[in-house]
């Protein structure tokens, strides 16, 4: 009786009778080459085309019987490979270059994309290819484990770092976790002990609420984690901080909350559809002086100034008040007598003040030092200029080229005490040429500029 080959593994079936005296050679290489071929086997295959159709022979060994398929090369096009029509599980990996993807096929019916770069399980019934995974690069369940230390699903609070995190629906981001039970031990400086499970990480904000709050702590506001051990810390005013809170008293019944809080470690979070606020409390904004405006400000900006106890926007290259943050509760709309900023009324508008009204900038004269350059450099001693600034030079010598004394420019890409300078709030940074001479001073300006057809009405 002939020999035969088995279906899916090609393994020869030696017939009753055959093969006398030398059946050993084939039954060696049956069990010592074939099935460990395609139990413990390991293929690299180099693609180049659209195209690949893996070997397959009866009886010795071939490239569709291995377990693990390793694809290299470099595609410029992805790449179907054709597998034997019988049953059969892979190890897919793709580790070619150029990008694409490795498509496994049997010729018909449904197949598996394996993307650049990635390792699937996979396998076919003969007329079709599967996944073996129950996930795919866009629907991933993970339930417990961890995701850079925070646990999935745990209730217990901490702290994780992502590069892309996109959320879809529902999806919540810092969550407030529960109240939790605290000691204080008096010290310099103090030390708090959790009562139950550990400590927040490192540098986590935490606030603090209490029968009788410890000396030295203040309801409400917010202190920065200095670890110690596993379940005990000192607190920080300033977040990265060194530990300087201290008490003097222990207190009663105190209770801390860990804030949930969503960093984003760039200057820039994209957000590529309307984002809206909903619920009862309220959107924290930035809140700092005049003078801690950012230097490189940014139309559309927004913050809140403590200097003039309203919030102000940055439009048009300048920082002016946003209108309800005048009003108060009795009744009557207030404007400031001082103006320290240069302004504009938009054409086609007129604008009404309360006087008396001071136009004075809030920055003194400062000598000021220019750099022969494209675009030129000023560099001043003492105190720097916001960006939009306006304004005039004066010179006891010369100015280089490209300036002219007492014409009005403008601050650009402030850093530091060093600045540009443009002839219009929004325009191109001036290229300074030739020579100098004599000692340099910059005169911040104040002005408003009316257009013409419109109106300021001082009352």
């Known amino acids: 009786m002939a020999s035969t080959y088995s279906t899916s ?15 050993g050679t084939s039954t060696n290489t049956n069990l010592g080459t074939l099935i460990e071929q395609a139990i413990t086997g390991v293929q690299t295959i180099t693609l180049s085309g659209s195209t690949f159709t893996l070997t397959s022979f009866n009886g010795i060994v071939d490239q569709a019987r ?28 793709n580790a070619t270059s150029g990008g694409q993807t490795v498509t496994m096929s049997v010729g018909a019916g449904s197949t598996v994309v394996v993307p650049n770069g990635q390792t699937y399980i996979v396998y076919t019934d003969g007329s079709n290819f599967y996944s073996a995974s129950n996930y795919t690069s866009s629907n991933v369940a ?17 702290n994780a770092s992502f590069y892309d995190l996109t959320v879809y629906n529902s999806a919540l981001l810092g969550v407030s976790p ?3 039970s605290v000691s204080f031990t008096n010290a310099s400086p103090t ?29 409400g506001t917010i202190y920065y984690v200095v670890p110690l051990s596993s379940t005990t810390f000192n607190l920080s005013t300033t977040s990265g901080g060194a530990a300087n809170v201290n008490t003097t008293s222990t207190g009663s019944g105190i ?51 403590s200097d003039n106890l309203g919030l102000e926007g940055y439009s048009n290259g300048v920082w002016t008040a946003l209108g309800a943050s005048n009003v108060t509760t009795l009744g009557f709309w207030q404007n400031k007598q001082l103006i320290s900023v240069t302004q504009s009324i938009a054409s086609g508008y ?32 003492t105190t720097a200029l916001p960006a939009g600034t306006s304004l005039v030079l004066t010179t006891t010598g010369a100015l280089p080229t490209g300036l002219t004394a007492g014409v009005t420019y403008y601050v650009l890409n402030p850093s530091g005490l060093t600045f540009q300078l443009s002839t219009s709030r929004t325009g191109s940074a001036i290229t300074t040429t030739g020579t100098q001479s004599g000692t340099h ?9 009316v257009p013409s057809g419109s109106r300021w009405v001082i009352l």
């Open 191 to 219: 030390v708090v002990t959790v009562a139950v499970g550990t400590r927040p990480t490192s540098n986590a904000q935490v606030t603090f609420t209490a029968t009788t709050l410890p000396s030295g702590i203040t309801a």
């Open 66 to 93: 291995n377990a693990v398929l390793s694809f290299t090369g470099s595609l410029s096009a992805n790449c179907t490979v054709i597998a034997p029509a019988a049953n059969k599980v892979y190890i897919v990996q």
């Open 142 to 158: 993970i339930t417990g484990g961890t995701i850079d230390g925070t646990v999935i699903g745990g209730t217990t609070p901490s």
């Open 255 to 305: 209770s801390m909350v860990t804030n949930s809080n969503v960093t984003f470690n760039t200057s820039t979070a994209n957000v590529p559809n309307n984002l809206i606020f909903t619920g009862t409390g309220a959107v924290g904004v930035p809140t700092g002086t005049t003078a801690q405006q950012p230097g490189s400000s940014v139309n559309g900006m927004i913050r809140y100034n």
């Open 9 to 23: 593994l090609r393994i020869q079936l030696i017939g009753t009778g055959d093969q006398s005296g030398v059946w």
């Open 178 to 180: 529960a109240a939790r």
């Open 441 to 449: 001073t910059a005169t911040p300006t104040v002005f408003i500029t």
């Open 350 to 381: 007129s604008a009404m003040s309360s006087g008396p009204i001071t136009l004075s900038p809030p920055i003194a004269a400062q000598t000021v030092t220019i750099t022969i350059a494209t675009p030129g450099v000023f560099t001043v001693p």
